[in-house]
């Protein structure tokens, strides 16, 4: 069985930064694209950031020049600068991955979520 297990959300002032870590584990024999994405009350979840396993990177306007995508590959674990937060980056913030298993069956794979709050 696969898992993604979030951290590092929290509260954080304005200009503040958080680094979110999303972890996976389980039987997995290779991750491919990995990606946060956000979502706040009544509204859609978006996509902010996506990493291919070639570390290619793809940003939301409104995140660029501010967050990092990046991953550890030896470790299946992705993660997120996220720096200049200003209060409309409040959401609960997903990890998600496309990986195939042990049995070679390939998956989409969501994380719990983490809330992340930035105060004015």
């Known amino acids: 069985q696969v898992q993604l297990v979030e951290s590092g959300g929290g509260l954080v002032q304005a200009g503040g930064s958080l680094r979110l870590s999303c972890a996976a584990s389980?039987?997995?024999?290779?991750?491919?694209?990995m990606g946060w994405y956000r979502q706040t009350p009544g509204k859609q979840r978006e996509l902010v950031a996506t990493?291919?396993?070639?570390?290619?990177?793809n940003y939301a306007d409104s995140v660029k020049g501010r967050f990092t995508i990046s991953r550890d590959n030896a470790k299946n674990t992705l993660y997120l600068q996220m720096n200049s937060l200003n209060p409309e980056d409040t959401a609960v913030y997903y990890c998600?991955?496309?990986?195939?298993?042990?049995?070679?069956?390939?998956?989409?794979?969501w994380g719990q979520g983490t809330q992340v709050t930035v105060s004015s």
């Open positions: 990493i291919t396993n070639g570390n290619s990177t």
């Open positions: 389980g039987s997995i024999f290779s991750i491919n694209a």
């Open positions: 998600n991955a496309d990986i195939w298993d042990s049995r070679w069956y390939r998956n989409n794979y």
